[in-house]
């Protein structure tokens, strides 16, 4: 199952489908990139998106961007159950998430519209 969240990002709706992800079935994989628009707060903001994320049972995290760079590093601070991988190129991450994604899997696809994720609901849904 792919939840396509790739327009729009801002940390409540960010921290809402994170809660989504995490009452799935099956295995729960995250995809997250940088949030626009957010101001000086940025970062530290992205950080607390990580800190929600941690104990959330969800198995594994994909990042790819600058500022979600935060995100991962609040998820490796927090949580030791989840799997964290950062990307600074998109066409990484998607090679890697392609060859992890199994039947059965939940992955949510969550970013602000200029990160350019549906490339990666696209390569999902091949």
């Given at each position: 199952?792919?939840i ?13 489908s994170?809660?989504v ?10 995809v997250?990139?940088?949030?626009g ?11 607390m998106v990580g ?11 994909y990042c ?7 995100i ?14 950062h ?19 939940t ?9 350019g994720?549906?490339e990666?609901v696209?390569?999902?849904t091949?």
């Open positions: 199952t792919i396509d969240d790739c327009y729009n990002a801002n940390p409540v709706s960010m921290k809402a994170i809660d992800l995490s009452n799935a079935p099956g295995r729960k994989i995250a997250l990139g940088d949030m628009e957010l101001g000086a707060e940025e970062k530290q903001l992205h950080y800190e929600h994320f941690a104990g959330k049972g969800i198995d594994a995290l790819a961007g600058i500022l979600s760079q935060e991962a590093k609040a998820v490796r601070a927090n949580s030791s159950a989840t799997e964290v991988h990307y600074e190129d998109k066409a990484d991450l998607i090679k890697d998430l392609v060859k992890e994604v199994q039947s059965g899997d992955v949510l696809v969550k970013a602000s519209h200029f990160m994720f549906p990666i696209k390569k999902l091949k």
